[in-house]
């Protein structure tokens, strides 16, 4: 008896490994993919939940104190907030919108430019794609000088052409439109280099049998070239439209907590980082964040739904 | 640290950031260990104490380690780390007017009063009576202060007298110097213009005429007759005798830049940032720049006298006594005397009261100060939990008069508005 009672132990481990083994295979498509699950689950998962869950009390103060469950309220303030939430949307809808329109067409016409090689061609990338590399807090502290009303260079050298000084980032409307011209600056460089990628996948062909029957180089960019970009302009769109909804950096930078003394960059990025940091209002935040995100995931699919429609 | 903490850290930090760019952090662990962990603010002071902690390490044998943080970006990771619990900070450089209620409210804080009342020698009695009530709440002492502002007049000693002018003693001086002065290229005037930047540096113009943010009774009375007449005035300067093209985003550091730069003739500010405009490396009139007191208005001349930064330890810590022996160093009258030579203004009285004390400073600020320190008020901003939002509603007025907008009306409204406030932040 006492013989046999180690072969009994070594065959159950056997037995164990063998059935883990089993296990394992079977299930292994869920095993191998676990690491990540569970780094979603903990980076973005719960985040997103935690904030779900306190967008439905009304923390504030300190997370840690005591908070009520209020239902929808929150999300009823903020929907009805003429004040600040929704000029805030309207912000972040035009800077998106005006941004995005302008950084695609200057996109386009750049790596038009530089499709065809040319001498010198190595040295204009680089330059060309120097502002995307630079940190966005430095780039809005930059443009904060270059346009300030009194002793910034912009005014001075408008100065120079006879033209009367500008408010820039100062003026009540001409905040905005300001921002919107640094964000171009800076981002346009990445939409050259996605539509560059494109472009230099196109095959030939198509262009040059458009040529043999004469089309003008204008008609070549419309009925051919553009059409059969239509795919790398909509994934440019979509990565970049998604980047400029959430801009906060140079916002911030240039005009600090609240967007300015009329709000008049506040988005609604700046807008939560407000009420979450400045405010303390952790309830109302999170509900704005829950907003924001379903409007960002809700332009996204629309954008999704428009590239499969263009790619059939 | 604690497991739940370390969830909570998460928690916080994931819900706030959502959005936003993700928090950095985490750090060795230590319970009641040798390493005091140390967060300050980017100032004239904390250079100081940088440079002389190895002294501080050499006699105590503890370790510090510093972190140091831009203003804003202090408040955002104190947001986060204290709301999270986190025993990551010891000491911690605070601001008591803007986030000392809340913070104390919220626990945040670790109660110092038995603390302070130990050591004679250290001797808290020998603390300014301002400072002390800012650092004080529900009766229980929150931080010892270290930095501490008067609201003065700078001004351009050679553009007075090129004007054949005095320096202004009252308000109306001030305007009429202002409006004399006021040229094509020079302004008459300058001070901060942001809504919630100036709000401070107009309290001293709202006590010299009469009002304050509150009355007696803690209801807001930033739509008083005087108050209105406060915005009015501190307003009309700017708009009418300020830089061509002002912003109405200017804290201390644009405003200071455009008097720096030659291009104002008076400036009210805290006194505490008299080096930018002394120092011939950051000033162009660094020869020329004089102090005054801040002139009299209807009901005298009334600058704030408050401290602005301070010194606590965070309540989560577990590590509060060597946090203490850190601050009863860095707040000793051996130190208060260096930073004060330094240039940075201290809260204790017998530094003051020492010749050595105000050595390094031009005379006429030295005396600006001890008038200011004599008649001035102990807050310069609502002492409310909120002050972010008290600020944007009670800075509201000073834009709209800046802008030219009838300040009147504005003022009416942030009244009411302040109200609703205060009604929400009592309930």
Redesign the interface.
């Known amino acids: 008896m006492s013989v046999l009672t180690p072969s009994r132990t070594s065959g159950r481990t056997a037995n164990a490994q063998e059935n883990f083994s089993a296990w394992a295979n079977r299930h292994r498509k869920w095993l191998f993919a676990a690491p990540a699950m569970i780094f979603v689950g903990v980076l973005i998962i719960f985040p997103l939940a935690w904030t779900l869950y306190l967008s439905l009390t009304d923390s504030q103060g300190s997370v840690r104190a005591a908070s009520d469950f209020v239902g929808l309220e929150n999300y009823l303030t903020v929907l009805t907030d003429t004040e600040r939430f929704w000029p805030a949307v309207g912000r972040t809808m035009s800077f998106t919108l005006v941004a995005l329109a302008c950084e695609i067409i200057l996109g386009m016409a750049i790596a038009l430019l530089l499709w065809r090689p040319f001498r010198g061609e190595k040295w204009v990338r680089v330059a060309i794609l120097l502002p995307l590399v630079a940190t966005p807090v430095a780039v809005g502290m930059m443009w904060r000088l270059i346009f300030d009303p009194n002793i910034g260079f912009a005014n001075q050298l408008l100065g120079l052409l006879g033209i009367p000084p500008q408010p820039w980032l100062s003026g009540q409307d001409s905040a905005l439109p300001t921002t919107i011209f640094m964000d171009v600056w800076q981002w346009t460089p990445m939409v050259v280099l996605i539509l560059l990628a494109g472009l230099t996948a196109l095959s030939d062909e198509p262009d040059e049998a458009a040529r043999m029957d004469g089309a003008t180089a204008l008609q070549r960019f419309f009925y051919v070239t553009l059409p059969l970009m239509m795919p790398t302009v909509i994934v440019a769109i979509l990565l970049r439209g998604i980047d400029a909804l959430k801009t906060f950096d140079i916002l911030y930078a240039t005009k600090g907590k609240g967007g300015g003394s009329f709000h008049e960059v506040e988005t609604l990025n700046v807008y939560a980082y407000g009420l979450s940091f400045d405010y303390n209002q952790y309830g109302l935040s999170s509900a704005v964040l829950i907003l924001f995100f379903m409007i960002i995931i809700g332009s996204m699919w629309l954008l999704t739904m428009r590239k499969k429609a263009a790619s059939k | 640290m604690k497991r739940r903490s370390v969830v909570?850290y998460?928690?916080?930090a994931?819900?706030?950031?959502?959005?936003?760019?993700a928090c950095g952090g985490g750090s060795s662990e230590s319970k009641g260990s040798d390493t005091v962990r140390v967060t300050l603010a980017n100032h004239v002071w904390t250079e100081g104490i940088k440079a002389a902690v190895p002294e501080f390490e050499k006699s105590t044998g503890l370790k510090v380690e510093l972190t140091q943080l831009g203003e804003?970006q202090l408040?955002?990771q104190y947001?986060v780390k204290?709301?999270?619990?986190s025993d990551e900070i010891d000491v911690m450089m605070y601001r008591p007017l803007q986030e000392g209620k809340?913070f104390a409210?919220?626990?945040?804080l670790a109660d110092l009063t038995s603390k302070v009342a130990e050591d004679a020698d250290w001797n808290w009695k020998d603390y300014q009576d301002g400072p002390v009530t800012a650092s004080t709440f529900e009766d229980k002492v929150m931080g010892v202060p270290i930095i501490t502002e008067r609201e003065v007049l700078y001004y351009r000693k050679d553009l007075l007298k090129a004007a054949g002018l005095e320096v202004p003693k009252t308000m109306e001086e001030l305007e009429a110097a202002a409006k004399k002065i006021s040229s094509a290229d020079t302004a008459g005037f300058v001070a901060r213009?942001?809504?919630?930047a100036a709000v401070t540096q107009f309290s001293s113009f709202l006590y010299s005429f009469g009002g304050d943010f509150t009355d007696e009774s803690g209801k807001s009375a930033v739509g008083t007759e005087e108050a209105k007449k406060a915005y009015a005035f501190y307003g009309g300067l700017i708009k009418n005798y300020g830089?061509?093209?002002?912003?109405?985003?200017m804290?201390w550091p644009?405003a200071m830049?455009?008097f720096t730069?030659g291009?104002a003739a008076f400036y009210t500010e805290a006194d505490s940032l008299y080096k930018n405009a002394t120092d011939p490396a950051k000033s162009k009139v660094a020869d020329t720049v004089g102090f005054a007191p801040l002139p009299a208005g209807p009901a005298g001349s009334k600058p704030y006298n408050i401290p602005s930064w301070g010194l606590a330890v965070n309540e989560a810590s577990a590590n509060q006594d060597n946090a203490w022996k850190f601050i009863q160093w860095a707040t000793s009258k051996e130190r208060t005397l260096e930073a004060q030579k330094a240039g940075v203004p201290g809260p204790r009285a017998s530094v003051w009261a020492d010749p050595a004390g105000t050595s390094t400073y031009p005379k006429d600020l030295a005396a600006a100060i001890a008038v200011s320190a004599e008649n001035g008020v102990g807050h310069d901003r609502p002492q409310v939990?909120?002050v972010?939002?008290a600020r944007?509603i009670v800075?509201g007025p000073i834009?709209a008069s800046i802008?030219g907008a009838d300040a009147s009306a504005a003022a009416d409204t942030a009244n009411a508005a302040f109200q609703k406030f205060l009604d929400d932040e009592n309930k």
């Open positions: 909570q998460a928690a916080v994931a819900a706030l950031s959502l959005g936003l760019t804003d408040s955002d947001n204290l709301n999270a619990g809340a409210k919220n626990g945040y213009t942001g809504k919630s830089p061509k093209n002002v912003s109405t985003d804290s644009e830049a455009i730069q291009k939990l909120t972010g939002k944007e800075g834009v802008t």
